[in-house]
């Protein structure tokens, strides 16, 4: 039986007064790859933040492995990849390497330095993104879709049971996106990886993905990829239709 990885129950956050995220309920089993599409402004990365761990909801509770998120180690268990998170980083003076130790910090402690097993995780997970070659090379050097794969290393490099990507393939060419799924595909395969992806591309999502969540403040679609075109959730979703599907539907 497959457990369930992440359990989402009534889910809602406000900015300031503003409601952005209704009573969402979401459950996430152990190897999924869910993808979560929705149109500007719907949520999406304001959830992926909730079950970071980065904002706390006003209402609703969140389990990871069973366990209420006050009551699990959840920063060595999940990995987050923030949306634009290259964009910030052309100018950063620090390498590829250097980057990816930074994802070990948190079980590190500030105190201690680096040893030989931090170097070798470094190592291993900058060659399972393929990058082995590039660890002295400065982040700012590189191009888009390699930073991509350094930030997604160092989400990796704690070995996190699920990973949590923003928009991770925005102003990726063609080729790289393949290779990008590729990856993913991999370290699903070798690591047991659960994958909650955030994404535009609705097209190339159905393809690659094993379920999908369409959001627009509400939940308006869970379900395989087969379910979410034959029941027109893109259209509800993405404003016309008004009809819900309720939790438990599913
Ligand atoms: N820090 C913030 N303070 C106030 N409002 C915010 C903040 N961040 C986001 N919002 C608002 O909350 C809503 C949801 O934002 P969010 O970033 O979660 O959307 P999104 O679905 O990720 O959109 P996109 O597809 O454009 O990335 C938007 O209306 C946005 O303007
Ligand atoms: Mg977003």
């Known amino acids: 039986m497959r457990l369930p990885v992440l359990e989402l129950d009534k889910i809602t956050f406000y900015y300031g007064d503003r409601m952005v995220l209704d009573q969402v309920s979401l459950t996430v089993f152990s190897g999924d790859f869910l993808g979560i599409v929705g149109p500007n402004g719907s949520g999406k990365s304001t959830l992926l933040k909730i079950i970071a761990g980065l904002l706390k909801p006003a209402e609703g509770s969140m389990r990871f492995f069973g366990a209420r998120r006050e009551n699990s180690r959840r920063e060595t268990r999940i990995g987050y990849v923030a949306q634009n998170v290259t964009s910030f980083n052309q100018g950063f003076p620090a390498t590829v390497g250097e980057t990816v130790l930074a994802g070990l910090t948190a079980s590190l402690g500030l105190l201690r330095r680096p040893g030989r097993r931090e170097k070798r995780l470094v190592d291993e997970t900058l060659a399972s993104v393929g990058l082995a070659d590039l660890q002295k090379r400065l982040i700012g050097e590189l191009s888009g879709g390699q930073q991509q794969r350094v930030f997604i290393a160092r989400a990796l490099v704690a070995a996190p049971a699920l990973l949590l990507l923003d928009e991770p393939t925005v102003g990726v060419d063609v080729d790289a996106k393949e290779r990008f799924y590729e990856l993913l595909t991999a370290l699903r395969q070798e690591r047991g990886l659960t994958l909650l992806m955030v994404s ?24 395989s990829p087969a379910q979410f075109w034959t029941e027109d959730a893109l259209c ?14 599913h």
């Open 200 to 223: 535009h591309d609705v097209g190339v999502v159905a393809e690659q993905v094993q379920s999908i969540a369409c959001l627009n403040k509400k939940l308006f679609f869970h379900g």
């Open 236 to 249: 509800q979703a993405y404003g016309s239709a008004i009809r819900l599907l309720h939790h438990g539907d």
